[in-house]
């Protein structure tokens, strides 16, 4: 399969090259997914799905144009390839854009779960109605609204004008369960996720309880009174906070004057109890691959560490605007759209204390288990936020009522600056990009309730 | 132009339903889309792409069996229909002979985009930018995008429907970033519709100035003040709050699985006399528009609440069946990639009787909430967040200062509740509305509407 996409991608570039490109990439894609909803005890959607497409970013020396196409026939390459050429034409010049100077692929191990392949329909379906099932058992659950199993498997190719060409298979599943748990003016709901290489690495009833648990903690939550307290986040608010902190660390953003990072670089920005790090070579990261979205060689990038901001993410374009080098983090979404900085898999260094220690360590406060609204509710300028919130209060150490119609607010930078600690109980959590996860103890913000 | 062979879709469906099913259907589609971006000064990103491919759904009981492919070929067409054919029972037949698909009622398209040269959008977009860097010496940053898109779909199902519709959308966003003393500010200003480049003739830089002026005024803003308060909600993007905190929990599926809070509530008074709702695929032009849903149902205005009763819920096939009623034309799907879900239009409230003045006039301390950056709603319980993203304080009846930092959080129930006037100045303004992993054009849309006590939380001592 690698093979024939590596050969689409090489002809795709040839295409533009014979178009009048003076360079080109081409990056083909193809494969099959999956996904079963079920609802109570029976399928309610059974996805089966099978796709591939060809995306061409053609170069007129310091222009470029993006175009892409579902035909991997020899004509649809050309016509890909001949219209990222035209698109090219209206652009205006960057001098500091084109192919990067250096190509290669890093050693990450087994993208590919042959489970994916080899799990029967049926068996996944099995899977779902177990979360399903898992999810029901518990006594507070009213009802279980969502449940969704999905895999991909897949490969995807790189070529460009300068010789480059490789390709990779990689495959994921996932599945969540949201639940609801008491009835009326106390419903609440709540999340349970899982998610690997394939379906084998799933436990349908953890993820099924963890859904239950979540609501059955929440129900009858009330909105409190307004107080400054100490804030713990759990490891899916977490995730969601520190993957927007991931976003504002591309060098594009920075460079385009988006970023409130922009001049940090090298300063302490937080406290050293947060080490976060960016790795697309991790085995079970989702977001891995020997090559990002350009060709260039993933790795270990340590981004945080002794509370200093080590370096911004770079491709090879912001990498030459800033006499850089890139650091291997054009990342690439689909085959619809041209490559773009960001984060790969952002990963938490885990602490050492358990979720019951930060709360205890916490006295009294609020334990945030959900957050909504975060990308519109941040500033990105100045980092202030006021985003909606629920969880629970911390009273004397210990989980009490649960809380609903809050905003916590404050801003990014004080917010790093106040994590007190980091919980050991690290998960892979597939909010704001491919985050690996862990409870955040925060000393103070801002919670407004009534 | 035709997509698909309607003998071929016949076959397609018949092998879909040979192990039973009671609705088979076949979806093929077109899509083409341009765009191009302008940032710092310069337009960059031009994109330019074609996606053909068709998708195959059986409708059993309570279960659907989808699958799709790229591309029109016949082979896999029928490979798909074969991997569809899951349903178990008895082998159905269709039954009748489907007829070549035939258009709904199509929008009006004057200028078809993809026949404007791409160097008279990249002069737009520069005519844009000029415009609002002319605004004030504030002004730091302006970004630029214009999209459009066509998308031509046919739709067969055994139930004899063959239908077609050709969509063409264009879209122009800008957003200008004001800076004075360490400040910062943005404002952003959308203009499109289900219409052609003749939306972007006439003075399209009229997007670019109001943005930049709402950036430059936000300059002055002071901290959000706290608490409940009466709160006066813009026209056109104002209606996000309506969208997210009553139009989600009126789709059926929602309903169906008891996960609305509008759920057995129909009939009932749900908001005041003076407040009446539409959603409306029908509407000439409008972002939200197309001539027939993405199942072949022709688009419609339905009623959801008519002087604040609750009269309808949204459906698709699939819903409408279980309840034994008519689809109202809200079977919608991003592409041929996905399942059709109910989904809203252009959904608004119906325009009353009071001018936008008067609404604040009434209003001695309050929130004048023009535009919102986004927010969240638990359908389930109806709870919402909204970031107030251009927000004026109101004093004595009069708007006096701009505010930055609001939120509005409260629950769609009983923000219903508490409207108490309705202007008659209704805009659809031009939203992204993504649900079940799929994002559709969105019409969202009012006229001024004031909310009695909503919570304000701002970041005002």
């Known amino acids: 399969m690698s093979a024939d996409l590596e050969a689409a991608a090489r002809r795709a570039v040839e295409a533009a090259i014979a178009a009048g490109a003076s360079d080109a990439e081409g990056y083909a894609e193809e494969g099959v997914e999956r996904e079963i909803r079920v609802y109570g005890g029976a399928v309610e959607s059974l996805t089966d799905a099978a796709s591939r497409g060809v995306g061409v970013r053609a170069f007129l020396d310091a222009r470029s144009g993006y175009a892409y196409g579902t035909d991997l026939s020899d004509s649809g390459l050309g016509d890909v390839g001949a219209a990222a050429t035209e698109a090219a034409r209206v652009a205006d010049p960057d001098e500091h854009d084109g192919l990067p100077e250096e190509t290669g692929a890093a050693a990450v191990g087994d993208l590919r779960s042959r489970e994916v392949d080899r799990f029967t329909t049926e068996r996944k379906v099995e899977l779902a109605l177990r979360a399903e099932r898992a999810a029901r058992a518990h006594p507070s659950v009213s009802q279980v609204e969502q449940v969704v199993y999905a895999d991909v498997d897949g490969a995807r190719a790189l070529a460009n004008s300068h010789g480059f060409a490789s390709s990779f298979e990689s495959s994921a599943a996932w599945a969540y369960v949201s639940a609801f748990a008491g009835e009326g003016s106390d419903l609440m709901t709540g999340l349970g996720l899982g998610l690997g290489r394939g379906p084998e690495a799933l436990d349908p009833d953890a993820i099924g309880t963890e859904a239950a648990a979540r609501a059955a903690s929440l129900a009858g939550a009330r909105q409190p009174s307004s107080r400054r307290c100490p804030v713990v986040l759990d490891a899916l608010v977490s995730a969601s906070f520190l993957g927007f902190i991931g976003g504002m660390l591309s060098a594009d953003a920075v460079q385009r004057g988006r970023s409130l990072f922009a001049d940090r670089e090298g300063e302490e920005i937080a406290t050293a109890e947060l080490r976060l790090a960016d790795d697309a070579t991790l085995t079970d990261g989702l977001s891995s691959s020997p090559f990002d979205g350009e060709g260039v060689a993933r790795r270990r990038l340590p981004l945080l560490e002794d509370g200093r901001l080590l370096t911004f993410l770079f491709d090879s374009r912001t990498a030459r605007r800033a006499g850089r080098s890139s650091t291997g983090s054009a990342e690439r979404s689909s085959y619809r759209s041209p490559p773009s900085v960001g984060t790969s898999n952002l990963v938490a260094e885990p602490g050492h204390a358990t979720l019951e220690e930060l709360v205890a360590e916490a006295g009294d406060g609020l334990l945030v288990t959900d957050v909504a609204g975060l990308h519109s509710g941040v500033n990105p300028v100045s980092g202030t936020f006021s985003v909606g919130a629920t969880g629970r209060l911390i009273e004397g150490g210990e989980l009490a009522a649960p809380v609903r119609e809050i905003t916590i607010a404050s801003d990014l930078v004080s917010m790093l600056k106040s994590v007190a600690a980091v919980g050991s109980e690290a998960r892979w959590v597939p909010f704001g990009g491919s985050v690996r996860a862990a409870p955040l103890l925060l000393r103070e913000m801002a919670v407004s309730g009534s | ?461």
């Open chain 2, 1 to 461: 132009m035709t997509l698909l062979d309607p003998a071929l879709a016949q076959r397609a469906i018949e092998r879909a339903l040979r192990r039973g099913g009671e609705l088979a259907e076949v979806y093929a589609e077109d899509r083409r889309g341009f765009g191009l971006t302008l940032d710092d000064r310069r337009v960059e990103r031009p994109q330019s792409g074609r996606e053909l491919g068709a998708s195959v759904r059986v409708v059993s009981g309570e279960s659907s069996y989808f699958g799709h492919v790229d591309g029109l070929a016949e082979e896999d067409l029928m490979r798909v229909a074969d991997s569809v054919a899951q349903a178990a029972g008895a082998p159905a037949s269709p039954g009748v002979r489907l007829e070549p698909a035939s258009g709904g009622s199509r929008h009006p398209v004057e200028l078809a985009p993809e026949d404007v040269d791409a160097a008279r959008k990249a002069e737009l977009l520069r005519s844009c930018d000029e415009t609002a860097r002319s605004a004030g010496a504030e002004v730091a940053q302006v970004s630029v995008g214009y999209v459009e898109g066509r998308r031509v779909v046919e739709v067969y199902n055994s139930d004899g429907v063959a239908a077609a519709d050709d969509r063409t959308r264009v879209r122009l966003a800008v957003q200008v970033v004001a800076r004075r003393d360490g400040v910062v500010e943005t404002g952003s200003e959308t203009r499109g519709g289900h219409a052609g480049f003749e939306l972007l003739v006439e003075h399209p830089e009229e997007v670019a100035a109001k943005a930049a002026r709402t950036a430059v005024a936000l300059l002055d803003a002071r901290p959000a003040p706290s608490g409940p308060m009466p709160v006066v909600v813009g026209n056109a993007f104002g209606g996000v709050l309506l969208h997210e905190a009553v139009g989600h929990g009126l789709e059926a599926d929602a309903v169906q699985k008891s996960a609305s809070v509008y759920a057995g509530k129909l009939g009932e008074a749900v908001a005041p006399e003076l407040v009446t709702a539409y959603d409306d695929g029908s509407r000439p032009g409008a972002w939200g528009s197309e001539g027939i849903d993405d199942e072949g149902t022709p688009t419609q205005r339905t009623t959801i609440i008519e002087e604040g009763r609750l009269t309808s819920y949204l459906y698709d096939l699939v819903r409408a069946r279980k309840d034994g009623v008519a689809s109202t034309g809200n079977g919608r799907r991003e592409s041929f990639r996905h399942l059709p879900v109910p989904r809203m239009t252009n959904t608004f409230f119906a325009p009353g009787e009071a001018t936008p003045e008067e609404l604040i006039e009434g209003v001695e301390r309050g929130l004048y909430a023009v535009s919102f950056g986004g927010g969240q709603v638990e359908p389930a319980t109806g709870d919402f967040v909204f970031g107030v993203s251009e927000g004026y304080l109101i004093e004595g009846g009069r708007v006096t200062a701009p505010v930055r930092g609001a939120t509005l959080i409260g629950n769609g129930l009983e923000a219903l509740r508490a409207v108490d006037g309705i202007a008659g100045d209704l805009e659809i303004g031009t939203g992204y509305c993504g649900k079940a992993g799929q994002r559709v054009a969105a019409g969202v849309g009012q006229p001024h509407v004031r909310i009695g006590a909503l919570t304000v939380g701002g970041t005002a001592a």
